[in-house]
Nanobody, 124 residues
Framework: QLQLVESGGGVVQAGGSLRLSCAAS????????MKWFRQAPGPGKEREFV??????????FYANSVKGRFTISRDVTEKLIYLQMNSLKPEDTAVYYC???????????????WGQGTQVTVSS
């Protein structure tokens, strides 16, 4: 089993920054890709892919909406995954989830392991 625990959410003004963390534990990670998804408030809003990083090689992908503003990284020793979010916009407001999937899955596909989520609110 794999456990994922997010932290670092909060309220920030537009243009500001936040760094989210995801602590992973419980199994080996060498064949996993670690990902961030988010779900905006409101009816009909689906959980959407934000960024991914493969645990072993560090291969990175971003959604177009965050490219150039967000940076995903990992600390292999501490088993932490980070999402540095800069130049935040009100439309970035969402619950952000950490996710893990087999590295063979598409970079934007969600795996079976989820954290509980952390709220990010960007005020205008």
């Amino acid at each position: 089993q794999l456990q994922l625990v997010e932290s670092g959410g909060g309220v920030v003004q537009a243009g500001g920054s936040l760094r989210l963390s995801c602590a992973a534990s419980g199994r080996t990670f060498s064949n996993l890709a670690m990902k961030w998804f988010r779900q905006a408030p409101g009816p009909g809003k689906e959980r959407e892919f934000v960024a991914s990083i493969s645990w072993t090689r560090g291969t990175i992908f971003y959604a177009n909406s965050v490219k150039g503003r967000f940076t995903i990284s990992r600390d292999v020793t501490e088993k932490l995954i980070y999402l540095q979010m800069n130049s935040l916009k009100p439309e970035d407001t969402a619950v952000y989830y950490c996710n893990a999937s087999p590295v063979t899955m598409s970079y934007s596909a969600a795996g079976d392991y989820w954290g509980q989520g952390t709220q990010v609110t960007v005020s205008s």
